[in-house]
């Protein structure tokens, strides 16, 4: 058993504990609190002084798909090839030995989703997964969501595809529709095969791999994540939804608290950014740094993302702090990157808060979690300590 | 006359750190630094106690102005030829640029202009030409930027990036031999120049004057490196050729920090938040300012706006104090230190009587992300104020 004593502990859904105290076991929170008796066996970690926060979580990576200190030869992000790629799978392109799950979690940060590029309308499967661990262990989702992208249409000059990329944000719209649409064919094909006993009818390979996993979103077992920045973007994105009755999330989303109400009304949630980066340079007319808070206010789940290597994912936690420059309350910038980020990937029953059942998932700060100049002193995932390591 | 008083104030001149004082200005300029003094009566007050002053930050490498929209850095860098020492990027600044205003409501007052800009985004890479152009240095204002430094150096740039530039195309140079080669060929052609013009009879060639200024040491190069391999290869052309050199980004500096520190070669760092994109950027590495100015080096911190806001200068000085850095060589780094490497430290860098009244307040520790800017002065104008007048936040 594992006691962490001393020190402020953000639980993040029950409020901050001064000088509490944290019981782990078996990789999970037995309890937390400030009157806990702390067993004679237990290993001790003093952490007087010091900050304790959940394991930070980026919905939006591409750690090790776009590894870190190579050339573009290794850059496996974007098969640029179609507009179609719904039958490829993010886990397939992942260098794990990148040394950006080494910076997540010299930031604190213990999960990550991990998407394929924004080079296709529908880009293939997202996989969410812990920064450290056995492979087999590791792995928290996958499929965890089909990677959709509202592109700067026709940029992508891809003529020669199955499915050429198109010309206009109406054909992006189109393409998704179509394979939608072909998606719940697929579906009830099979259903109403299996009652008559018969076989379905037979598809290509890779049209099929893509239906397969298109199925899962109609089935909403997994969301459509789709990059998009503007509202007339999101409006179409939102109008789909409806019509297909699937669950999405809006990735980036730079012009989205424009339409924060809409969002809140179609309970979509945003995973928003990345802050600190190029992305701020005015590219968008109406792109503010008062937009997280402008998105929690109007009660849109918000999340930021680091989109490493856009950002670096070990700087996910200092967007949550410049937000709190802008007006974002410090309690809800700790959300979003902590139980908002779980519940987006759909892990919020274990990550994202210092609760009692929950996997034993933390970092440890010399100051506060949100500043530059607060060092890590030490990062566990399920109990382990696995930073410094 | 402008009087403001009682914030915690760090000059970065003569008078140090003061626990409270009293800045005076007059019209553009700083008067008076006091810890105390008797405020003239038809002076304008503004009470900053509470806050903490430093003085309006100074970013050593940026394309400000440059790049108006986003990634539309086009007019960063003459693609069509290699050496082009006579351009001056000051001719591609957009002085309506929306980021101009952003960094100036940041803090950022004085701002590097140097040309061959570019950047990477996911898939697309960097690109830039040996020699680009010709730098200047603009004071950030409510209004146009101004012009500090007119010719602040010639940029170049060795390693892997002016090789891409025209990979695709198979032209010179494709190799570090070439790029090496034509800047001693530029400069051999300068010399050469020069000999001739002293006798008067040569006419007037626009890239050889730009060199010329480089010779006689009117300004600096200004080059981009990353890998030690390349600045050794800096510091050997500029040695052969004797002009004097400002390293840029300088990813691998701190593998050669007693060296660098030893010939007194300034080093504008960054950005050190970047990640490692390209084999280049391999031993990135966010300890590297701390460890040259730990060594004696002369240390700026950059944003290369627009790889990242230049508003968020010190929030990459307060990590690379995380990492080690001295507090006030981090401060300095952004401020002072970055005046001084862009030789504009007689009118802007510190707090001192005589220099531009450019300075920001702080609602906390100014390295620190959470912290407020609640006031910032360009050339004595109040930028923003949200101390007297609830302001909106940029």
């Known amino acids: 058993m594992l006691a962490v004593k001393g020190g402020k502990f953000y639980t993040v859904t029950q409020g901050v504990l001064e000088c509490g105290t944290m019981l782990v076991e078996h990789g999970k929170i037995k309890a937390i609190g400030q009157d806990i008796q702390i067993p004679a066996a237990a290993e001790v970690v003093d952490a007087k002084n010091m900050c304790i926060v959940p394991g930070f979580i980026d919905c939006h990576s591409h750690v090790g798909i776009a590894p870190e200190g190579f050339d573009w030869e290794f850059g496996d992000a974007n098969e640029t090839t179609d507009a179609v790629t719904g039958h490829i799978r993010a886990i397939d392109g992942i260098d794990f030995g990148d040394i950006g799950f080494k910076d997540a979690l010299s930031g604190g940060v213990t999960a990550m989703l991990i998407h394929p590029g924004s080079s296709n309308v529908i880009g293939g499967t997202d996989i969410a997964l812990k920064c450290a661990g056995k492979m087999e262990d590791r792995i928290l989702r996958d499929p965890a969501g089909m990677k959709m992208a509202w592109t700067a249409a026709g940029k992508m000059g891809l003529k020669g595809g199955k499915h050429p990329y198109p010309a206009t944000r109406m054909g992006v719209a189109g393409v998704l529709r179509q394979q939608l649409h072909l998606a719940k064919k697929y579906i009830s094909d099979r259903e109403s095969a299996q009652k008559e006993g018969k076989e379905p009818p037979a598809l290509e390979a890779r049209d099929e791999m893509t239906l397969e996993m298109l199925a899962k979103v109609i089935r909403r077992e997994m969301p459509a994540r789709i990059h998009s920045m503007i509202p007339v973007d999101i409006l179409a994105i939102l109008r789909i939804k409806e019509e297909y009755g699937i669950d999405v999330t809006i990735e980036h989303g730079d012009e989205s608290h424009l339409i924060a109400d809409n969002l809140r009304e179609a309970g979509v949630p945003v995973v928003y950014g990345p802050l600190l980066g190029d992305r701020e340079v005015p590219r968008y007319k109406n792109s503010n740094p008062e937009a997280p808070r402008i998105l929690a206010d109007a009660g849109v789940v918000t999340a930021f993302m680091t989109d490493h290597p856009v950002v670096s994912i070990r700087d996910l936690r200092l967007q949550a702090g410049t937000s709190c420059r802008y007006g974002l309350s410090e309690e809800v910038a700790l959300r979003m990157i902590t139980i908002n980020a779980a519940k987006i990937m759909g892990m919020d029953q274990r990550l994202g808060s210092l609760e009692a059942g929950k996997d034993a998932d933390f970092s440890i700060f010399s100051g506060h979690p949100l500043e530059p100049m607060s060092k890590t002193v030490s990062v566990y995932i399920e109990g382990n300590r696995v930073y410094p390591e | ?394």
């Open chain 2, 1 to 394: 006359m402008l009087a403001i008083k009682g914030a915690k104030t760090w000059t970065l001149g003569s008078r140090g750190t003061l626990d409270s004082c009293v800045i005076l200005i007059d019209g553009e300029r700083i008067r008076a630094v006091e810890s105390r003094m008797d405020i003239p009566a038809e002076a304008e007050v503004i009470d900053a106690t509470r806050l903490t002053i430093v003085p309006g930050f100074v970013d050593a490498h940026s394309h400000l102005g440059l790049a108006s929209n986003g990634l539309a850095v086009d007019d960063g860098t003459e693609y069509t030829e290699q050496v082009t020492p006579h351009l001056m990027a000051l001719d591609a600044l957009d002085p309506i640029s929306q980021s101009l205003k952003t960094s100036l409501m940041g803090g950022v007052t004085t701002s590097a202009l140097l040309p061959g800009a570019a950047m990477s985004f996911g898939p697309i890479t960097e690109n830039i030409t040996v020699m680009p152009g010709m730098a200047s240095v603009l004071k950030i204002k409510q209004t146009y930027p101004e012009v500090l430094r007119e010719k602040a150096g010639i940029k170049m740039a060795f390693g892997n990036h002016p090789k891409r530039a025209v990979e695709e195309k198979k032209t010179a140079p494709v190799t570090r031999m070439n790029i090496v080669a034509m800047v001693r060929e530029s400069l051999r052609g300068a010399q050469t120049y020069a000999a001739k013009k002293a006798k008067g009879d040569e006419a007037v060639d626009l890239k050889k004057e730009a060199l010329l200024g480089l010779l006689e040491s009117r300004y600096p190069a200004h080059v981009h490196v990353h890998k030690l391999r390349d600045i050794e290869l800096v510091l050997s052309v500029a040695e052969e050729f004797g002009f004097k050199v400002v390293l840029h980004h300088v990813t691998e500096g701190h593998l050669a920090a007693d060296m660098l520190a030893e010939k007194q070669i300034p080093c504008a760092v960054g950005p050190i938040a970047f990640t490692r994109r390209g084999t280049e950027l391999a031993n990135l590495n966010l300890a590297t300012p701390g460890i040259l100015s730990s060594a004696g080096a002369k240390v700026a911190i950059v944003s290369d706006f627009p790889t990242f806001p230049a508003h968020y200068l010190p929030i990459h000085a307060g990590m690379a104090c995380r990492e080690g850095m001295k507090y006030e060589d981090a401060l300095s780094a952004i401020t002072l230190s970055a005046a001084q490497i862009l030789e504009v430290d007689d009118e802007v860098g510190s707090l001192e009587p005589g220099k531009y009244a450019d300075l920001v307040a702080f609602e906390g520790d100014p390295l620190q992300a959470m912290s407020k800017v609640r006031l910032v002065l360009a050339s004595g104008n109040i930028i923003r104020d949200s101390i007297r007048t609830k302001g909106g936040v940029v």
